[in-house]
C-alpha cells in the first residue's frame, strides 16, 4: 500500500507545557485513521501541525512525498483540512465562499465547475447557495466547511470532528460520503463519538498528555476491553443465586457481576479469565445444572470502556 500520510515524531511546546510529545504515525491509501483522545490530549495540534496551520517545535509529517515543513504549499495542494469548529466568512454566502476557494485551489475551467456541482451535490447544500453563512444552522455550516474540505479531491483529510453539530441524518450522510471516498484517500479524523470509530476507521489512535498510548484497529482494542468474550445472561431473579454459585467456580471464569435487576429478571456478565470465548462452557454448565436462562450472548468489548482505563491511567 502506498503511504500518504508519514506524521514523524511530531513535538510542540507552548512554553514549559508540552501539547504534543512525539507523535508518530503512518496511514496508506486506503486507510481511515480514528484520532481519540480526552480534551486536551493534543488531538488538534497534532492535526493543526499536520495541515501547516501550526509549525511543529520538533518532527515534521509528510504528505504525498512532500514536508510540511520544507515545501507547505505542496502539502496543502494535496491535501483537505476541516478544522475545529469550522470556521468560516460568515459574511459570505456559500456559493461565494465555495468559488472562492475554488479560486485559492487553482481551480478553472470545465474542472472547476465540475467539483464545485459535485460538492454541492454531496453536501446537499443547493437550497442555501444563496443564504448568508451567518443565517445558517450549526449543520449546515460544518457542511459548507466539509465542502471546502473536499473541493479539490485531496489526497490526504484532516477532519476534526466532521460530524459536530449534525443531526443523525447528516451524520449518516457524511459518514457515506467518507466511506465513498476512503478507497482512494488516506483521511484522519478526530472524534470524540466512539460508534463513529468502529462505523468508519479500520484504524485507531488514542492518545492522552500528548502521546500515543494505544494504536490498533478497532477490533484489536475492543479486545483489550475486560468485556471481550464475556457472557451476558438474563435469568429470573430466582435462579440468579443458583448461577452465580455455578459459575464462578469455573476456571475459565474472572467474576461473574450483577449488572441490573429489574421486574424479577437479572442480568449477570461472566468475565473471561483468559480473554477467550467462555460461551460454550457457561452454557454447558447452566445446562448441567438446569438453570433457565432467558438470554445468552457473547459481548464483543467496548471501545468507551478500553478508552477510559487507558486514558484515566495516562
Known sequence: ??????????????????????????????????????????????????????????????????????????????????????????????????????SVRGLAGPDRRRRLDDVVERMHLGGVMRQRIETLSKGYRRRVALAQAILHDPDVLILDEPTDGLDPNQKHEVRELIRTMAPSKAIVISTHILEEVEALCNRAIIIARGRVVADGTPEALRA????????????????AQRAMEVLRPLPEVARVDLMAQVDGVVDLMVRSASGRSITAEVGAALREHAIGVQELSSERGRLDDVFRSITSGA
Open 1 to 102: 500500500m502506498v503511504t500518504l500520510l508519514d506524521v514523524r515524531g511530531l513535538s510542540r511546546h507552548f512554553g514549559p507545557i508540552t501539547a504534543v510529545d512525539n507523535v508518530s504515525f503512518a496511514v496508506q491509501r486506503g486507510g481511515v485513521l480514528g484520532f481519540l483522545g480526552p480534551n486536551g490530549a493534543g488531538k488538534t495540534t497534532t492535526m493543526r501541525m499536520i495541515a501547516g496551520f501550526l509549525a511543529p517545535s520538533s518532527g515534521t509529517a509528510i504528505v504525498c512525498g512532500a514536508d510540511v515543513g520544507a515545501d507547505p504549499v505542496a502539502v496543502k495542494r494535496r491535501l483537505g483540512y476541516l478544522p475545529e469548529g469550522a470556521p468560516l466568512y460568515v459574511d459570505m454566502t456559500p456559493a461565494g465562499f465555495l468559488d472562492f476557494v475554488a
Open 224 to 239: 483489550k476491553s475486560d468485556r471481550h468474550n464475556a457472557v451476558s445472561l438474563r435469568l429470573s431473579a430466582g435462579e
